[in-house]
């Protein structure tokens, strides 16, 4: 087991299922007290009775202060899971982009803001943003969720480099395909570019657990997403190229 982990009061939001139901019952394995959030409280429900932790339902951005009494007054733990796989041009609705903005970034934002002031006086606290890996890169076909996830990723990092020395850990997740509902409700997009070398949410929760392990900011399941990273990075023409074929093969396909 993990140390760092063990009997820590723990928050997972959009733990229904997924990615999120996973990191509920790797840290429930790992011996932490763990509350289960999810819109969907019969989902929620069922996840906490099966690990042992307790449900508090209800949207992301609001279920702190029950959380936190729930685990007696403290959550060591804050993992900012719940996620919207919007898809889209720049043409999507105001409301699409909105509501993606909301959670995948202002919930990260909101509970940040109402956990660092007890963080810091106590000089520890971990942050955990589930990201993707589009927000290193991209995804085609999904404008709002690609942008959303740069800026959950530009927030984790932000938090990061502001707080470490006061004892913030802060750890940024970044899969590409992982089997789970987003995944199917991606479409074709999905089918050509994540569903070839999609992973089990399991594997995601074992990646993290390895990274409080080793104490790194980046989680990359998919670990030849660092040479994609790379690759955008020293040379982003050619690599906007190649995404644009990937785009147009696509577009052909439909």
């Not at 006086?121 to 890996?133: D, K, Q, W």
Request: glycine share 10%; hydrophobic share 45%; aromatic share 6%.
């Amino acid at each position: 087991m993990v140390e760092a982990v063990q009997d820590a009061g723990v928050v997972v939001t959009g733990a229904g299922g997924g990615i999120g139901a996973a990191l509920a019952r790797r840290f429930a394995a790992e011996g932490a007290r763990v509350v289960v959030n999810d819109l969907d409280a019969e989902r929620a429900k069922a996840v906490a009775d099966e690990i042992g932790g307790i449900a508090v339902p209800g949207d992301a951005s609001a279920v702190l202060t029950e959380a936190r009494d729930a685990l007696g007054g403290t959550v060591d733990v804050y993992c900012a899971n719940a996620g919207l796989g919007s898809g889209g041009t720049e043409a999507a609705d105001e409301e699409v982009w909105e509501r993606a903005w909301d959670v995948n970034v202002m919930a990260h934002v909101r509970a940040a803001r109402a956990l660092l002031p007890a963080w810091l006086e106590r000089g520890e606290g971990r942050f955990v943003s589930t990201v993707s890996a589009a927000g290193l890169l991209t995804m085609i076909g999904a404008a709002p969720y690609s942008v959303t996830k740069h800026g959950a990723y530009a927030f984790a990092e932000w938090l990061s480099l502001t707080y470490r020395h006061r004892g913030l850990k802060v750890h940024a997740i970044c899969p590409q395909g992982v089997r789970t509902d987003m995944l199917t409700a991606s479409g074709s997009a999905g089918e050509l570019v994540l569903a070839p070398t999609a992973i089990d949410p399991s594997d995601v929760a074992d990646a993290l657990i390895r990274g409080i392990e080793d104490d790194r900011f980046l989680i990359l399941p998919h670990p030849e997403v660092a040479a994609y990273y790379q690759a955008r990075a020293t040379e982003p023409d050619r690599w906007l190229t190649n995404m644009n074929h990937l785009q147009q093969k696509w577009e052909s396909a439909r």
